[in-house]
């Protein structure tokens, strides 16, 4: 009389195969959960990169569309205040003067700026140097938070627009063809930021972008 053996338990050979087994499948699960999870790290990281650059870009081109003017048109002060620094990629200042508060008369309150200083955009108001460096005990408020973009351009380019202050910074820009007594300037700003990925740290391989506006800006000053 034969009997039937039922096998009760595993092998030791099988018990390994199924342990490799499950070894690769959850190795598989991991890395799948990894590269989804850095992904969306770079995606959030390049969306706050690309929010940060249109954020500082859409409050300089609201704030420089205002210079020159003024409630007084004869009062010619606030123009003469809008100026770029240099001629040459360094061109990471922009100075301007509006009547902020419509009464027609200049205030130290109503000269502003912008700069890049490090990797970060600034704005201040009071400034009264061209280069933005003066007074020295200024404070600057960031536009730009450097956990989110580093700013590595900020080039304000004017060439192409009508010298119509006197100011020596203009000498060797282009008239346009503008209408009599109306001073038109058509300024350019370019602004490149990156923002950082794994690995940590500056690498050749962190993105970067670049946006660029350009804006006219009229006003009633006399050209010279």
Same mark, same amino acid.
């Given at each position: 009389?034969?009997?039937?053996?039922?096998?009760?338990?595993?092998?030791?050979?099988?018990?390994?195969?199924? !342990?490799?087994?499950?070894?690769?499948?959850?190795?598989?699960?991991?890395?799948?959960?990894?590269?989804?999870?850095?992904?969306?790290?770079?995606?959030?990281? !390049?969306?706050? &990169?690309?929010?940060?650059?249109?954020?500082?870009?859409?409050? !300089?081109?609201? +704030?420089?569309?205002?210079?020159? /003017?003024?409630?007084?048109?004869?009062?010619?002060?606030?123009?003469?205040?809008? %100026?770029?620094? %240099?001629? %040459?990629?360094?061109?990471? *200042?922009?100075? /301007?003067? /509006?009547? =902020? #508060?419509? %009464?027609?008369?200049?205030?130290?309150? +109503?000269?502003?700026?912008?700069?890049?200083?490090?990797?970060?955009? +600034? $704005?201040?108001?009071?400034?009264?140097?061209?280069? *933005?460096?003066?007074?020295?005990? &200024?404070? $600057?408020?960031?536009?730009?938070?450097?956990?989110?973009?580093?700013?590595?351009?900020? /080039?304000?380019?004017?060439?192409?627009?009508?010298?119509?202050?006197?100011?020596?910074? $203009?000498?060797?820009?282009?008239?346009?063809?503008?209408?009599?007594?109306?001073?038109?300037?058509?300024?350019?700003?370019?602004?490149?930021?990156?923002?950082?990925?794994?690995?940590?740290?500056? #690498?050749?391989?962190?993105?970067?972008?670049?946006?660029? =506006?350009?804006?006219?800006?009229?006003?009633? #000053?006399?050209?010279?």
């Amino acid at each position: 009389m034969m009997l039937n053996k039922k096998q009760t338990g595993l092998t030791l050979i099988e018990m390994m195969i199924a !342990m490799v087994l499950g070894l690769f499948v959850t190795a598989v699960i991991i890395t799948v959960f990894s590269t989804n999870v850095r992904s969306s790290t770079e995606n959030l990281k !390049m969306i706050r &990169l690309n929010q940060e650059l249109r954020g500082a870009m859409t409050f !300089m081109v609201d +704030e420089l569309k205002r210079a020159g /003017y003024s409630a007084d048109p004869s009062n010619s002060d606030f123009m003469s205040d809008f %100026d770029i620094n %240099d001629f %040459d990629t360094s061109d990471d *200042c922009a100075r /301007y003067s /509006y009547d =902020e #508060d419509g %009464d027609g008369i200049q205030g130290t309150d +109503e000269k502003f700026g912008f700069r890049l200083n490090g990797n970060i955009v +600034e $704005w201040s108001k009071n400034v009264t140097s061209a280069d *933005c460096s003066a007074p020295a005990a &200024l404070t $600057w408020d960031d536009l730009t938070d450097p956990a989110l973009a580093s700013i590595t351009t900020l /080039y304000f380019d004017i060439t192409g627009s009508v010298n119509t202050n006197g100011s020596t910074a $203009w000498t060797t820009s282009t008239a346009l063809t503008t209408t009599t007594g109306v001073s038109v300037y058509d300024i350019t700003i370019t602004l490149t930021g990156t923002t950082d990925l794994p690995p940590n740290g500056a #690498d050749a391989n962190d993105p970067r972008r670049t946006i660029t =506006e350009t804006i006219r800006v009229r006003n009633e #000053d006399p050209k010279d």
